[in-house]
T-cell receptor, first 117, second 114 residues
Framework: GAVVSQHPSRVICKSGTSVKIECRSL??????MFWYRQFPKQSLMLMAT?????????EQGVEKDKFLINHASLTLSTLTVTSAHPEDSSFYIC?????????????FGSGTRLTVV | AQKITQTQPGMFVQEKEAVTLDCTYD???????LFWYKQPSSGEMIFLIY??????QNATEGRYSLNFQKARKSANLVISASQLGDSAMYFC???????????FGAGTRLFVKA
């Protein structure tokens, strides 16, 4: 139980294009999802908190116009990296809050490795 | 403000031996949860163990145990009988129970030697 699917697992895009990453809770409803960014050999840094039906809350220093988050349903949140540049290349991972508190409340997706060329 | 500190960037352990990964934390929340996650090279975050701040006993999950010392604000992970498959990055994390954010330490890379 409490499975989160993240897609795609890897993506390579050209500089200036946009990339959409999906985070989907498969067997539970997630009113809250979180998006993290992880640079090589570094820790996970919270980018934003995504709430179903409302605007995302971004952490300080994260450009909301560049990292668009949509949480239109109870099972899906998307992160769109707009006008991607090589410095946006990173590992992006989502987690979803499970009100049934399996995994003590939070389940992670498998991550998306973005490479911008 | 909340903070997680992992001071060991890398650790080596011989197969079948035990290893302790250090974690200290700081928070003003009266209630909080402490987590350990394993991240293999594939990138997925694997939940290992949880300790609630009001739990009286140290958490254990199979070969994993958490040495929780609340007064010292430490939550060290002990892995017993290390296996080659334990080689990975390990993150200590904390979440205040009044909020929903989880913050992570810098991580410790564990290398298990045959």
């Amino acid at each position: 139980g409490a499975v989160v699917s993240q897609h795609p697992s890897r993506v390579i895009c050209k500089s200036g294009t946009s990339v959409k990453i999906e985070c989907r809770s498969l067997d539970f409803q997630a009113t809250t999802m979180f998006w993290y960014r992880q640079f090589p050999k570094q820790s996970l840094m919270l980018m934003a908190t995504s709430n179903e039906g409302s605007k995302a809350t971004y952490e300080q220093g994260v450009e909301k116009d560049k990292f668009l988050i949509n949480h239109a349903s109870l099972t899906l949140s998307t992160l769109t990296v707009t006008s991607a540049h090589p410095e946006d290349s990173s590992f992006y991972i989502c987690s979803a809050r499970d009100l049934a508190e399996r995994n003590y409340g939070y389940t992670f997706g498998s991550g998306t490795r973005l490479t911008v060329v | 403000a909340q903070k997680i500190t992992q001071t060991q960037p890398g650790m080596f352990v011989q197969e079948k031996e035990a290893v302790t990964l250090d974690c200290t934390y700081d928070t003003s929340d009266p209630s909080y949860g402490l987590f350990w996650y394993k991240q293999p090279s594939s990138g997925e975050m694997i939940f290992l163990i949880y300790q609630g701040s009001y739990d009286q006993q140290n958490a254990t999950e199979g070969r994993y145990s958490l040495n929780f010392q609340k007064a010292r604000k430490s939550a060290n992970l002990v892995i017993s009988a290390s296996q080659l498959g334990d080689s990975a990055m390990y993150f200590c994390a904390m979440r205040g129970l009044r909020g929903f954010k989880t913050i992570f330490g810098a991580g410790t890379r564990l290398f298990v030697k045959a």
